[in-house]
T-cell receptor
């Protein structure tokens, strides 16, 4: 089966840097994505890694190591509005069926003043 | 237009009712999805449509019936639901099935079954 693990909650202060880790076990792995979801809102796509290495998008960066089945999301210069749940999600392909995007349990990030 | 629009935003229904959830996108995406999300839990995949054909059904009970009338619309028909089916139902779309360059999610329909 497929499984993803990430910490359930992280707390940090404004202006700090926080890293949210994600480890996964899956067959047919295509790539690792990150989504942000504010309370009562829709999940919003943040980033995607298909290959090893670091992808940077503004204050957010995401890293993938396929050999270690591991990735992380790095949030810099934290702002209060970054308080939200962050999900890692794995896309994997099933022969004769299609692609599934499966989410980890989510990490609740609290940013304190 | 870069949005996925879901209606209604809130729905309360009895266990004997029949209702439908609607989802619409005009981004030209060819894959559309239904997810179910309980409070403090991740979205759980229910159905995948690719080019208007059902490609994945995650063993969802038959009281949930999806329909894709055209490439822009996705419906979820509900019948004889149980209180434990109360959840946020999210629709999403992507350029193609298996395209990991971002799913666009709607804001969801918050369903309460009484």
């Amino acid at each position: 089966g497929q499984s993803l693990e990430q910490p359930s909650e992280v707390t940090a202060v404004e202006g700090a840097i926080v890293q949210i880790n994600c480890t996964y076990q899956t067959s047919g792995f295509y790539g690792l994505s990150w989504y942000q979801q504010h309370d009562g809102g829709a999940p919003t796509f943040l980033s995607y890694n298909a290959l090893d290495g670091l992808e940077e998008t503004g204050r957010f960066s995401s890293f993938l190591s396929r050999s270690d089945s591991y990735g992380y999301l790095l949030l810099q210069e934290l702002q209060m509005k970054d308080s939200a749940s962050y999900f890692c999600a794995v896309l994997y392909m099933i022969y004769n069926q299609g692609g599934k995007l499966i989410f980890g349990q989510g990490t609740e990030l609290s940013v304190k003043p | 237009d870069t949005e996925v629009t879901q209606t209604p935003k809130h729905l309360v229904m009895g266990m004997t009712n029949k209702k439908s959830l609607k989802c619409e996108q005009h981004m030209g995406h060819r894959a559309m999805y239904w997810y179910k999300q309980k409070a403090k839990k991740p979205p759980e995949l229910m159905f995948v449509y690719s080019y208007e054909k059902l490609s994945i059904n995650e063993s969802v009970p038959s009281r949930f019936s999806p329909e894709c009338p055209n490439s822009s619309l996705l419906n979820l028909h509900l019948h004889a639901l149980q209180p434990e089916d109360s959840a946020l139902y999210l629709c999403a779309s992507s350029q193609e099935e298996g395209n990991n360059y971002g799913y666009t999610f709607g804001s969801g329909t918050r369903l309460t079954v009484v």
